[in-house]
């Protein structure tokens, strides 16, 4: 049964068929070949048998013509009749030497003259008639011999029967040979022989034919035992060989032997062509489900979520979509590699999954996108889906033995029963709003609404022009410097990176670094802004801060790529400060640690951009090894307000500065604009000042002009910054 499972019908039926077929025809052929050699053996056997008879009849005949066309048997049987002559003249050699077990004279008067059977003369033969000695054919062939012409050796031989006894015979009338004696008148004797067919008779006709189990039967046989007439008597029978039946017998055995094994065989082939066609089935079973589900998370793949939008909406259905991107997926995979990565691409869709029911259908669309299509399209249901996955994704994913915590950013898109759009503008709004949602600071979700469409077609197409402008080794970096704050002469520039767009004009870092960030072009634009600036700041033999982009700062390469440039730009690594904005590290500062090591280990410095705008702790900057903070302009500008909000900040200004300074950290202060800034910075106790009063962003041509006109702080500013700096050795000089 389990063959008739595995192997389909329309293959099983006629392979068994076949193998039924081709075992029966050889049967079949054996049985036929061996029964027509059996028949042939039989027909020749009989054959045989019929011309032994035959032979048999004739030599009867021959034995008795001598003595029965004799001149002298005339003169002693019909002349004168002398039993005696008989006696030693006939029977003497045919019934003695002969073997003939019957000698009969008969009279013209159908009495038995003479009479010797068995080896002795036979009284009670004599006399007989004889029909009364050998039934009625011997009789009528007596009468026939006399009618015949006395001078063609009349003589008749045959097989008769009286009873059930059958007898081989001949009879001759006695006739002379000669004309020296004549038949007196009146009828002819006659000289009769026989046998009986008898057992010792059919022995020796079968030794002398070499045939095999003759015997006489009434009903049936190979060959009829006719009377000189030809009408039957009985039959001959024959227990023919059968040589095609024995050969049949020898290979039969070993043919169903063959037949068995060949079934096992068969049996065994089947079996394994049966689990190969299940191995078969299930790959193919197989291959129908990778073709639809994305092999990582076995969810639903983009073709199956399109087909059923697709099916959804053309069945006039709601439809409530939500599209969403894993925000900070990128920086797990660069930092704990990709088998974290998919670890967390999976746990991100249990978690998904669970969030969105059973009813909805959840599919990974690539990468770390997935999508959702609502079980019901009311766009309640997918907004407030949209919000709880927010919510549900506040929670940090175990992964590695580490927490991480991942954002996502969400696309909703809902549709009314019966609306007329495509999958594809469906998928485009989804696309638009998520986009919409990331560029407003990720983890959010937006529902799409038609304004944004301008919004995403110029983000779609400055991707574009900004992916060109990298390739074409186009982006500008500018220079703004900052000062010592106790001589205000210039320590370092940072670099900022400029694009000009060729038919924008200027574009804003605020507007195309997210936009580098989000598209993965960072990683080439910061590369860019790193030779360059090394190029250009080289001559001065001052310090250079260049920014680092989170999505950088997780990427395995960075510190690979950083030695590199250093090297080819044959830049010191200790005139080089990395600056990193801290939300990003406080995802995982174990991770950052490792990170900044290694950077620190090359010589570079690091130093905490914004400070102040974000949520660094102090337990935080304790264990992250930074050279500096940057008290973020805000804070500045801030501090230095007039009224209440002002004294406050101010106040904390001078609490961060302390604390800086107490964890050995030089400070910076950003968006010095005026002299009381300036002054207040100062009076706070920062090291450098950076702001548009002492300097905006040039372009590199103007470096030289620049540190003319601020004067470079010299090799004073390389001990410190002078002033409270002098005795503040910066922490990785310490360590190093
Ligand atoms: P940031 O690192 O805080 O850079 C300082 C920003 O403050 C610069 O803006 C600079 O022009 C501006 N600034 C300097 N002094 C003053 C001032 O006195 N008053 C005011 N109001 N602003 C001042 P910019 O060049 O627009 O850069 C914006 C941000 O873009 C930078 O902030 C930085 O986070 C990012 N950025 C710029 N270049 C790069 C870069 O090459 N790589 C990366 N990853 N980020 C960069
Ligand atoms: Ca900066
Ligand atoms: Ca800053």
């Known amino acids: 049964m389990s063959l008739l499972r595995r192997i389909p019908g329309q293959y099983l039926w006629p392979l068994l068929a076949l193998v039924g077929l081709c075992f029966g025809s050889i049967l079949a052929l054996l049985y036929v070949t061996t029964s027509s050699q059996d028949r042939m053996e039989a027909a020749r056997e009989a054959r045989t048998l019929t011309a032994a008879l035959r032979t ?100 008749i031989s045959g097989f008769t029967r009286q009873g059930d006894h059958f007898y081989i015979y001949a009879v001759a009338a006695v006739v002379p040979l000669t004309h020296k004696v004549t038949l007196p008148p009146g009828g002819k004797y006659v000289l009769a022989i026989a046998n009986e067919v008898d057992g010792s008779f059919l022995t020796r006709l079968r030794k002398a034919h070499q045939l095999v189990g003759l015997t006489v039967r009434q009903d049936r046989g190979a060959v009829p035992l006719t009377d000189f007439r030809g009408r039957t008597l009985a039959h001959v029978d024959l227990a023919v060989r059968t040589p095609g039946s024995r050969l049949r017998d020898q290979i039969l055995p070993g043919l169903i032997l063959i037949i068995l094994l ?151 898109v809902t549709t009314p029963r019966h609306c007329a759009l495509t999958v594809d503008e469906l998928m485009r709004r989804a696309d638009v709003a998520m986009y919409s949602a990331k560029g407003r600071g990720k983890n959010r979700w937006h529902l799409y609404a038609a304004g944004m469409d301008t919004g995403h077609d110029v983000r779609k197409r400055l991707e574009h022009d900004l992916r060109t402008a990298i390739a074409a080794n186009g982006i500008d970096v500018a220079y703004q410097p900052i000062v010592s704050a106790a001589t205000g002469r210039i320590v370092c520039f940072e670099a900022l990176a400029r694009w000009t767009h060729p038919r924008e004009g200027m574009i804003p ?121 940057k008290i973020d302009k805000q804070f500045v ?62 372009a590199p041509e103007m470096l030289a002009e620049t540190v003319a006109r601020l004067g470079r702080d010299g090799d004073s500013e390389r001990g410190g910054d002078g002033g409270q700096g002098d005795n503040l050795p910066l922490r990785n000089r310490a360590q190093g």
């Not at 860019?528 to 989170?550: E, H, M």
Request: some cysteine; charged content about 25%.
């Open 262 to 412: 060949s079934a096992l065989v068969a049996a065994s082939v089947v079996r394994q062509g049966g689990q190969a066609m299940d191995a078969l089935r299930s790959s193919r079973a197989d291959a129908v489900h990778n073709a639809d589900h994305d092999p990582l998370t076995a969810l639903p793949n983009r073709r199956v979520l399109l087909e059923r939008v697709r099916v959804r909406l053309l069945d006039g259905r709601a439809v409530g979509l939500i599209y969403m991107d894993l925000d900070g997926f990128k920086e797990v995979n660069d930092l704990y590699g990709h088998r974290a990565g998919d670890d967390l691409l999976r746990a991100a869709t249990v978690r998904i999954a669970t969030l969105a029911g059973e009813d909805a259908l959840v599919a990974r669309m690539g990468g770390d996108e997935f999508a959702v299509l609502a079980a019901d399209g009311r766009g309640h249901d997918a907004s407030a889906l949209a919000q709880r996955i927010i919510d549900g994704f506040q929670e940090t994913f175990a992964i590695s033995g580490a927490n991480v915590r991942v954002g996502v950013s969400i696309g909703v």
């Open 509 to 629: 870092p605020d507007v195309f670094i997210p936009l580098a960030e989000m598209t993965g072009l960072i990683g080439a634009l910061g590369e860019q802004v790193l030779a360059k600036a090394c190029r250009a700041v080289a001559p001065f033999d001052i310090g250079l801060a260049v920014n680092l982009s989170p999505a950088q700062f997780w990427d395995a390469h960075l510190v690979d790529s950083v030695a590199r440039i250093l090297k080819e730009e044959a830049f010191p690594a200790d005139r080089l400060e990395l600056e990193i904005t801290e939300n990003y590290l406080m995802r995982r500062p174990d991770a950052a640690a490792g990170v900044m090591e290694e950077l620190r280990t090359l010589g570079i410095r690091l130093a905490l951009d914004d400070f102040g705008s974000g949520f660094a702790s102090i337990g935080y900057l304790r264990q992250l090894k930074f050279d500096r903070l």
């Open 56 to 155: 048999n009849v004739d030599m009867v005949r021959r034995d008795l013509q001598d003595y029965a066309m004799w001149d002298d048997a005339v003169r002693h049987i019909a002349r004168d009749f002398d039993a005696d002559w008989i006696d030693d003249n006939v029977t003497a050699y045919l019934g003695r030497t002969q073997g003939y077990d019957h000698v009969f004279v008969i009279a013209p008067d159908g009495s038995t003259p003479y009479a010797f059977s068995h080896g002795s003369l036979s009284r009670a033969s004599a006399g007989k008639g004889a029909t009364e000695l050998f039934g009625p054919a011997f009789a009528e062939s007596i009468a026939a011999v006399r009618r015949m012409d006395p001078a063609h050796s009349p003589s």
């Open 637 to 698: 500008s801030d501090a230095a307000a007039s009224g209440d909000v002002g004294e406050g900040a101010a106040e904390m200004l001078v609490a961060i500065v302390a604390l800086g300074r107490a964890l050995r950290l030089e400070i910076t202060a950003e968006g010095v604009e005026t002299q009381d800034q300036s002054a207040l910075v100062k009076a706070c106790g920062c090291h450098r000042m950076q702001g548009w009063l002492h300097g905006r962003p040039v």
